[in-house]
């Protein structure tokens, strides 16, 4: 008789096995369904090391967060070149902040056709050149600016070692993508530039000039990256100052201005004018006409600079690491600029009743600085930056708001070499964006330049890499648990 076969599971245990699957992956896609709501509404990158990770400065981060129009990025690139993955990470930075910032990529060496009406969107072949390429296109509501991958690298020529001739190579020293991001940003974000003028005549430092030790074109181009256009301006002659000059930049003048001149000026602040006036510590003689017109502001200038030994790297210069609590030097707190024998200001008690001009100290020495060649011992602390706020005289209207002044005791802070020392360029943005009235770019420390480079690879290295990683590696891990698999079987 044939024996009779009994099913291994009864139907209420398939039953119950089937529902237990169920409710395991149920739950199993209730926790991711809650794992993508979370990521997408708590939005956090890790990184698995610091040397991988793009991150962009504080103010940059604040200005993007503040960014309401939408922005499109494209990248007319070769997917090949050695910035793409750099500048797609970078981006990626970006668009992760604020997702009104799009991002595509158009390879004109595999996309024939949309690179070509790419080309006649953006005019690229007459604006760039018909052998340009490799560019980023921002985009902001027709509002288009475009860069070309060559400016985003500083390279140095350098010789190749071990090689059998002489040969020489381009070596990459700093990728400034954040830098010029940041500004094409700015720039498209914006429906007007800012535009600052320099006052010239005097012997002032000028905003065009590559002199190390006076020329302020680092300077200038500090300007144009916060989306501040510069120009020179003369006062001459019998013209006022135009009506687009934003910002006003007397920038250590080393003869006096003429008493017309300062007139100019004091009508241009008496109508809400902006104006940043520095004083140069080589100037042939120590007053310039500023010292006067300052004084209706109830600040005085000092005629003898100081000087700091405490606070001193070579002797002349001064590190200033002390400030008030003012939103021009609150992102300076913790950190240095260094100035070269500054002239101490003061803040004077109103000279007129009822004036409603603010005058606030902002920047110190230490307690141990004195006047250069006073020989009394007598030491103490001394400003050499302050700020005036003088809101617009009631019922009187004018044409650019209320009055605000910057003044330092030093003009050499700015000079294309000093202007990299300490938090000296920071300094130079902060001052320009105070004045200006632009808070959102009053937050942490400005964009640098990366002087580190990722590595990178051709194709053919890349493939070998994840052949390693993905394959060669577990391969290992596997062949090592089956000889240990192996051994304990015998």
Known sequence: MAEKHHPSFSPARRFGIGLNVLIRTALVLGV??????????????????????????????????????????????????????????????????????????????????????????????????????DLVVFDCENRVKVINAKVLQEVTIEEVPNAKEREFRRKPVAFRGEMMFTAMLLTVTQP??????????????????????????????????????????????????????????????????TEMEIEKIQAYLDEGGRMMAMFNPMERTHQTGLERLLIRYDLLVGDVPVVDPSQSEKGKDVVISAYSRHPLVNPLLGSGIQMILPRPLKAMEAQKPGTDAKVEEIA?????????????????????????????????????????????????????????????????????????????????????????????MTQEQMRRSRWLLLGAVPGSVLAMGGLVWLRRRK
């Open 32 to 133: 991711l369904g809650m794992a993508v709501y979370l990521s997408n509404r708590y939005f956090h990158r890790a990184y698995l090391s610091s040397h991988t990770r793009v991150e962009l400065s504080s103010r940059t981060v604040s200005f993007v967060k503040s960014i309401t129009n939408q922005v499109k990025v494209t990248l007319y690139f070769d997917r090949e070149h050695e910035l793409y993955s750099t500048i797609m990470a970078l981006l990626a930075e970006y668009r992760a902040i604020n997702p009104r910032i799009s991002v595509q990529t158009v390879d004109y060496l595999r996309d024939a056709g949309e690179a070509a009406k790419l080309k006649v969107a953006y005019n690229l072949a007459s604006a760039q050149g018909k052998d340009d390429k």
């Open 364 to 456: 110190f020495t230490s307690e141990s600085a004195t006047l250069q060649g006073d020989t009394t011992g007598k030491s103490g602390r001394y400003a050499v930056a302050a700020v005036v706020e003088k809101g617009a005289v009631p019922g009187v209207a004018t044409a650019r708001g209320a009055t605000r002044i910057l003044v330092v005791g030093d003009s050499t802070l700015f000079v294309n070499t000093m202007i990299e020392k300490w938090s000296n360029r920071d300094l130079a943005g902060y001052a320009a964006n105070w004045l200006l009235d632009r808070t959102q770019l009053l937050e942490g420390v400005g964009p640098r330049p990366v002087q580190e480079f990722r590595i990178t």
């Open 192 to 257: 007007k530039p800012m535009k600052a003028m320099f006052l010239t005549g005097h012997g002032e430092h000028r905003f065009d000039d590559n002199d190390a030790v006076s020329g302020y074109e680092k300077f200038g181009l500090t300007l144009q990256q916060n989306f501040i256009t510069n120009a020179p301006i003369s006062l001459l002659g019998t013209n006022p100052i135009p009506v687009d000059c934003n910002l006003l930049i007397i920038a250590g003048p080393t003869m006096p201005l």
